[in-house]
């Protein structure tokens, strides 16, 4: 299957610093990226959409100067995470689509835990 | 307004029982339904999904029940082993026109030896 790849696995920042998230896909190409966010024992919430070469789409409630989302190119997107907090701090996983099947399975990283201090 | 219903929230099964969770969907338009494997401080595996126009898939011991009309579909562990213990999501999406997935808040399964 798809693989797709996170980095860091793990990050510890001071509050008020900003992280970057990267998320790629390795062996095929993705014009369409999604972030979810997940707190502990909780589901994954939908944070945005990210299409390639264009801006994201924010879910409602999301602030979208606070968890900046770039899709540079068709296998990398980035979460930047600005003036953290430690309510920022959670499990942050990046999904993708094949661009030439669009068919509704998604692959999954192995996501971002954040912990902001 | 939650989109994706699934119970229970948690679930106890002795080894080589039978594993069974429920999900509910609000949506018509959503056409593909899957079911994610979730093990702590993973990110969540796809296990196996179905579409509305088959009422049930089935690959190894995990079997997909779909019911278009109730607008159900359910997740069937044959001979759970305890190495089936992790956290289960369903989800569901308008697969054709690539929008994101909705996910359910999750069954923690445990199946004890």
């Known amino acids: 299957g798809a693989v797709v790849s996170q980095h860091p696995s793990r990050v510890i920042c001071k509050s008020g610093t900003s992280v970057k998230i990267e998320c790629r896909s390795l062996?095929?190409?993705?014009?369409?990226m999604f972030w979810y966010r997940q707190f502990p024992k909780q589901s994954l919430m939908l944070m945005a959409t990210?299409?390639?070469?264009?801006?994201?789409?924010?879910e409602q409630g999301v602030e979208k100067d606070k968890f900046l989302i770039n899709h540079a190119s068709l296998t990398l997107s980035t979460l930047t995470v600005t003036s953290a907090h430690p309510e920022d701090s959670s499990f942050y996983i990046c999904?993708?689509?094949?661009?030439?099947?669009?068919?509704?399975?998604?692959?999954f990283g192995e996501g971002s835990r954040l912990t902001v201090l | 307004q939650q989109q994706v219903k699934q119970s229970p929230q948690s679930l106890i099964v002795q080894k080589g029982g039978i594993s069974i969770i429920n999900c509910a969907y609000e949506?018509?338009?959503?056409?593909?339904f899957p079911w994610y494997q979730q093990f702590p401080g993973k990110g969540p595996a796809l296990l196996i999904a179905?579409?509305?126009?088959?009422s049930e898939k089935k690959e190894g011991r995990f079997t997909i029940s779909f019911n278009k009309s109730a607008k159900q579909f359910s997740l069937h562990i044959m001979d759970s082993q305890p190495g089936d213990s992790a956290t289960y999501f369903c989800?569901?999406?308008?697969?054709?026109?690539?929008?994101?997935?909705?996910f359910g808040k999750g069954t923690t399964l445990s199946v004890s030896s």
């Open positions: 999904s993708a689509m094949v661009a030439s099947e669009i068919t509704g399975e998604l692959f």
């Open positions: 062996d095929f190409q993705a014009t369409t």
């Open positions: 990210s299409n390639e070469g264009s801006k994201a789409t924010y």
């Open positions: 949506n018509t338009a959503f056409d593909y």
């Open positions: 179905i579409r509305p126009d088959v």
């Open positions: 989800a569901a999406s308008i697969g054709q026109a690539g929008t994101a997935l909705i």
